[in-house]
């Protein structure tokens, strides 16, 4: 397990953020990036997390309602990342798989993509 603290992983997160293209960040709406350190007990080496109502299905009835929260967890990367550099792709590659959520793409989508 790599050993990271909370602030230096916040970062990594960040980094992995400014490395969207801005074309696609000016298309982010109503969405906030957290960061925690485990995700629940039912699913404990769970990555990333998109809550919330994607951009594809969203209409007219979509006003005035909490921000879509995308969460990273510290704990699951960490455990499987041997190096600093493994951490950075995998939190990118993380951050990029709950952005795609917010844009509407699936699962399934993105695996064929890479980003599984």
């Given at each position: 397990?790599?050993?990271?603290?909370?602030?230096?992983?916040?970062?990594?997160?960040?980094?992995?953020?400014?490395?969207i293209p801005p074309e696609l960040t000016r298309l982010m709406d109503?969405?906030?990036?957290?960061?925690?350190?485990?995700?629940?007990?039912?699913?404990?080496?769970?990555?990333?997390?998109?809550?919330?109502?994607?951009?594809?299905?969203?209409?007219?009835?979509?006003?005035?309602?909490?921000?879509?929260?995308?969460?990273?967890?510290?704990?699951?990367?960490?455990?499987?990342?041997?190096?600093?550099?493994?951490?950075?792709?995998?939190?990118?590659?993380?951050?990029?798989?709950?952005?795609?959520?917010?844009?509407?793409?699936?699962?399934?989508?993105?695996?064929?993509l890479g980003y599984g």
């Amino acid at each position: 397990m790599l050993e990271m603290t909370r602030e230096e992983f916040e970062e990594l997160v960040g980094e992995a953020l400014d490395r969207i293209p801005p074309e696609l960040t000016r298309l982010m709406d109503n969405v906030a990036v957290f960061v925690e350190d485990e995700p629940e007990a039912d699913d404990p080496d769970l990555l990333g997390l998109y809550e919330g109502t994607p951009l594809t299905e969203r209409g007219e009835w979509y006003a005035g309602v909490l921000p879509d929260r995308i969460t990273i967890y510290r704990g699951p990367t960490l455990r499987m990342c041997e190096s600093r550099e493994h951490a950075v792709a995998e939190t990118e590659i993380t951050v990029v798989h709950e952005i795609a959520h917010h844009f509407g793409i699936d699962d399934e989508r993105l695996h064929a993509l890479g980003y599984g």
